[in-house]
T-cell receptor, first 113, second 113 residues
Framework: AQSVTQLDSQVPVFEEAPVELRCNYSSSVSVYLFWYVQYPNQGLQLLLKYLSGSTLVKGINGFEAEFNKSQTSFHLRKPSVHISDTAEYFCAVSSNTGNQFYFGTGTSLTVIP | EAGVAQSPRYKIIEKRQSVAFWCNPISGHATLYWYQQILGQGPKLLIQFQNNGVVDDSQLPKDRFSAERLKGVDSTLKIQPAKLEDSAVYLC???????????FGPGTRLTVL
């Protein structure tokens, strides 16, 4: 089975500063990795995903993530955050058959004006 | 295209009562997921359907939870009898295939008193 650890439950950051949200996973098989965002009072939506190929993945709203197999990590980054990025961010992993989907506990990103 | 539909949006019941949630996925999406999201936690996969067959129900508390997707389209999740710890948001998601982006519905917020 897979598991996901999001190392920071809350991340405050000033507007226009860079941010990194950390995600580590464990699995005995090859995995697919995902980042989802949940804005206040809204449903979950996909930010980006890694299935195969280039380890640097670009997503919506200027976010990117890098798959590091040796460190079993998939950290999410943005070079300059905006107030509108305030939300809950979830890292998720599945087996490479698309089954056994697991979410992390989430990181609450608060952008401070 | 229409999104994932869920009903009801809110439900309040007494413990030991029964409750059912309904989900209609995006047209043509073969894979359907039910998640439980307890306040402050990430979504936990309860069951995954591929068409009308169960792919993964390893985290479904089968003594009280049941789910079906009889015609491979819409799905029902039932809790019988409910416990206080079942208070959560129940999310339904669907994908065209197992490897693709999951599209989430708005969720059903269940409160068990």
């Amino acid at each position: 089975a897979q598991s996901v650890t999001q190392l920071d439950s809350q991340v405050p950051v000033f507007e226009e500063a860079p941010v990194e949200l950390r995600c580590n996973y464990s699995s005995s098989v090859s995995v697919y990795l995902f980042w989802y965002v949940q804005y206040p009072n809204q449903g979950l939506q996909l930010l980006l995903k890694y299935l195969s190929g280039s380890t640097l993945v670009k997503g919506i709203n200027g976010f990117e993530a890098e798959f590091n197999k040796s460190q079993t990590s998939f950290h999410l980054r943005k070079p300059s955050v905006h107030i509108s990025d305030t939300a809950e961010y979830f890292c998720a992993v599945s087996s490479n058959t698309g089954n056994q989907f697991y979410f992390g506990t989430g990181t609450s990103l608060t952008v401070i004006p | 295209e229409a999104g994932v539909a869920q009903s009801p949006r809110y439900k309040i019941i007494e413990k030991r009562q029964s409750v059912a949630f309904w989900c209609n996925p995006i047209s043509g999406h073969a894979t359907l997921y039910w998640y439980q999201q307890i306040l402050g936690q990430g979504p936990k996969l309860l069951i995954q359907f591929q068409n009308n067959g169960v792919v993964d129900d390893s985290q479904l508390p089968k003594d009280r939870f049941s789910a079906e997707r009889l015609k491979g389209v819409d799905s029902t999740l039932k809790i019988q009898p409910a416990k206080l710890e079942d208070s959560a948001v129940y999310l339904c998601a669907s994908t065209r295939g197992s490897y693709n982006e999951q599209f989430f519905g708005p969720g059903t917020r269940l409160t068990v008193l």
